[in-house]
């Protein structure tokens, strides 16, 4: 399985704008859901962006989660072996510690409310920060 490490995170206000990286190490990640998951204090972990590339080498199948719509963005750097999630308007809900996640899977199962209890990631990166002040 690979290995991630993610950085990018930090303190914001509210409107603004982080990056978050995630790279991608130990292997190849083709036929891999590439995700981004956050866990606010006191709250569940949740999907936020899921990312599986296509066949045909034009990018990904991608999903969001309501509440990041229209707001963050995730892509793929194949050439730099990174995952990213840009994230704009930020708001204080935004506040959590983000990670990013891979497994080998069939992309039907790759959206950012798929059941990692019932299908785990393999994989998953530390974490990083982000904290949105109002």
């Known amino acids: 399985q690979v290995q991630l490490v993610e950085s990018g995170g930090g303190s914001v206000q509210a409107g603004g704008s982080l990056r978050l990286s995630c790279v991608i190490s130990g292997g190849t990640y083709d036929r891999h859901c590439l995700a981004w998951f956050r866990q606010a204090p006191g709250k569940e972990r949740e999907g936020v962006a899921t990312?599986?590339?296509?066949?045909?080498?034009?990018?990904?199948?991608?999903y969001y989660s309501d509440p990041v719509k229209d707001r963050f963005t995730i892509s793929l750097d194949n050439a730099k072996n990174t995952l990213y999630l840009e994230m704009n308007n930020l708001k204080p809900e935004d506040t959590a510690i983000y990670y990013c996640?891979?497994?080998?899977?069939?992309?039907?199962?790759?959206?950012?409310?798929?059941?990692?209890?019932?299908?785990?990631?393999?994989?998953w990166g530390q974490g990083t920060q982000v904290s949105v002040s109002s």
């Open positions: 996640a891979a497994d080998k899977r069939n992309n039907v199962f790759c959206f950012p409310t798929m059941d990692t209890a019932a299908h785990p990631l393999a994989s």
């Open positions: 990312w599986y590339s296509r066949a045909d080498g034009r990018g990904g199948h991608i």
